[in-house]
């Protein structure tokens, strides 16, 4: 038996799970440290309490842990087990425990638990070797990683960025098993088709003019996604008289919101509806805030824009709000640090971090010529090198097994 230990239900992993539990090949159950997001809980970046407007815990085996009181993913230290992971993962007759990465105390105590265990480790983390780092915190992060990479037997790897690291540190091949991030394709390609013959009315009930050239921003409005690059680029565009058709469409929320809509046009405003702007703001770009938008309206905003900018710095991992994007139909303009650049956007889909000239130059081009879409890895992918990776766990011969626990 496989099991799997994560921090809480995620919208994103959740389809993985279920996808694993119909293929039927790999015995397994997921184990929560927290319920975070079944149920109304606080998000600081959002700066909102919400829940997912999904099913996130159905289709698939699972279990909640004991956690200490208070555990949130919210911080390293406040994601912690209390319950004895070693007893629990020879009670289930656990062969492998794949941990999501090791952001959390948690990820940390069970690698020690199931090496106490003779369980292997399995790891799929998000972490990449683009961002760059001073000398001493890169001593520090080999020091730590190097331990961990050392105790874990089997790496699924969510893309380039992400297996080189791996590499990096030494992980051999035989160890790396591809497990492209992915999002549930069919989904979002089926409710953007369901919903493509109301964009005149999704644009009209935001204020998007209907030979608006709109690009969408979708996430939280915060630094590491540096949102007000793409609206430093709209504003470059507008000063040279180039592409006077460009409207911003921001789906999200977060700390920025109000700098936005300061050096903006706000036409539209879902969170504000009643502020009134009195300053003269008819030299900014024109934009519309449409709000936070749960797993059920956010397709609106693939439907409504032409494409997708996400300006993001090192701290965007992945970015699988751009294969959302990319299964609903939508090109997408990535920043060269967020670490999906690689896969899903390519020499001409991908900027420079904080070129702001660059993506200026990059709009202007997707708007007069239109733009290259791109098709998102899928779930099955994973599932394959799952399977794959399964069967080499068994193999292992209990020598090797005992190995494990030394």
Same mark, same amino acid.
């Given at each position: 038996?496989?099991?799997?230990?994560?921090?809480?239900?995620?919208?994103?992993?959740?389809?993985?799970?279920?996808?694993?539990?119909?293929?039927?090949?790999?015995?397994?159950?997921?184990?929560?440290?927290?319920?975070?997001?079944?149920?109304?809980?606080?998000?600081?970046?959002?700066?909102?309490?919400?829940?997912?407007?999904?099913?996130?815990?159905?289709?698939?085996?699972?279990?909640?842990?004991?956690?200490?009181?208070?555990?949130?993913?919210?911080?390293?230290?406040?994601?912690?087990?209390?319950?004895?992971?070693?007893?629990?993962?020879?009670?289930?007759?656990?062969?492998?425990?794949?941990?999501?990465?090791?952001?959390?105390?948690?990820?940390?105590?069970?690698?020690?638990?199931?090496?106490?265990?003779?369980?292997?480790?399995?790891?799929?983390?998000?972490?990449?070797?683009?961002?760059?780092?001073?000398?001493?915190?890169?001593?520090?992060?080999?020091?730590?990683?190097?331990?961990?990479?050392?105790?874990?037997?089997?790496?699924?790897?969510?893309?380039?960025?992400?297996?080189?690291?791996?590499?990096?540190?030494?992980?051999?091949?035989?160890?790396?098993?591809?497990?492209?991030?992915?999002?549930?394709?069919?989904?979002?390609?089926?409710?953007?088709?369901?919903?493509?013959?109301?964009?005149?009315?999704?644009?009209?009930?935001?204020?998007?003019? +209907? @030979?608006?050239?709109?690009? /969408?921003? !979708?996430?939280?409005?915060? $630094?590491?996604?540096?949102?007000?690059? %793409?609206? *430093?680029?709209?504003?470059?565009?507008?000063?040279?008289?180039?592409?006077?058709?460009?409207?911003?469409?921001?789906?999200?929320?977060?700390?920025?919101?109000?700098?936005?809509?300061?050096?903006?046009?706000?036409?539209?405003?879902?969170?504000?509806?009643?502020?009134?702007?009195?300053?003269?703001?008819?030299?900014?770009?024109?934009?519309?805030?449409?709000?936070?938008?749960?797993?059920?309206?956010?397709?609106?905003?693939?439907?409504?824009?032409?494409?997708?900018?996400?300006?993001?710095?090192?701290?965007?991992?992945?970015?699988?709000?751009?294969? +959302? @994007?990319?299964?609903?139909? /939508?090109? !997408?303009?990535?920043?060269? $640090?967020?670490?999906?650049?690689?896969? %899903?956007? *390519?020499?001409?889909?991908?900027?420079?971090?904080?070129?702001?000239?660059?993506?200026?130059?990059?709009?202007?081009?997707?708007?007069?010529?239109?733009?290259?879409?791109?098709?998102?890895?899928?779930?099955?992918?994973?599932?394959?090198?799952?399977?794959?990776?399964?069967?080499?766990?068994?193999?292992?011969?209990?020598?090797?097994?005992?190995?494990?626990?030394?």
């Amino acid at each position: 038996m496989l099991a799997i230990l994560t921090t809480h239900p995620i919208q994103y992993q959740v389809p993985l799970w279920q996808a694993l539990a119909l293929d039927g090949r790999v015995p397994f159950e997921v184990w929560y440290v927290t319920d975070h997001g079944t149920r109304l809980s606080p998000d600081r970046e959002f700066g909102r309490t919400f829940a997912w407007d999904i099913d996130t815990l159905s289709g698939y085996p699972h279990r909640f842990l004991t956690a200490v009181e208070g555990s949130t993913p919210a911080a390293f230290w406040k994601c912690r087990l209390q319950e004895s992971l070693r007893d629990r993962l020879r009670a289930s007759g656990a062969s492998a425990l794949w941990i999501q990465g090791w952001q959390v105390a948690a990820y940390w105590q069970a690698v020690w638990e199931a090496r106490a265990a003779g369980v292997e480790v399995w790891l799929r983390g998000e972490s990449n070797d683009l961002a760059p780092q001073p000398t001493w915190k890169r001593g520090l992060k080999r020091a730590q990683l190097g331990w961990l990479f050392h105790r874990v037997d089997r790496f699924l790897y969510i893309g380039a960025a992400n297996r080189r690291l791996y590499q990096n540190f030494g992980v051999t091949e035989s160890r790396l098993y591809p497990a492209p991030y992915a999002v549930d394709n069919d989904r979002f390609a089926r409710q953007a088709a369901e919903l493509q013959p109301r964009r005149a009315e999704l644009r009209r009930r935001w204020g998007i003019p +209907e @030979a608006a050239f709109c690009v /969408l921003f !979708c996430g939280k409005f915060i $630094a590491k996604k540096r949102p007000m690059d %793409l609206v *430093g680029a709209a504003r470059q565009l507008g000063e040279k008289g180039l592409l006077p058709e460009l409207h911003l469409l921001f789906a999200g929320s977060g700390s920025l919101g109000a700098e936005l809509r300061r050096s903006c046009r706000v036409v539209f405003d879902a969170e504000f509806p009643l502020r009134q702007h009195t300053i003269d703001r008819t030299h900014l770009p024109p934009a519309s805030f449409a709000g936070f938008l749960n797993q059920t309206e956010i397709s609106q905003a693939y439907v409504a824009a032409d494409c997708l900018a996400l300006p993001s710095d090192h701290g965007e991992t992945w970015g699988l709000v751009v294969n +959302e @994007a990319l299964a609903s139909g /939508l090109p !997408c303009l990535v920043s060269d $640090a967020c670490g999906c650049a690689e896969e %899903l956007a *390519g020499d001409s889909g991908s900027f420079a971090l904080s070129n702001i000239p660059m993506l200026a130059a990059k709009l202007l081009d997707l708007g007069r010529r239109g733009g290259k879409r791109l098709t998102p890895p899928t779930i099955s992918e994973s599932v394959t090198s799952i399977v794959r990776a399964y069967r080499d766990a068994l193999d292992r011969s209990p020598v090797d097994l005992n190995l494990l626990a030394s």
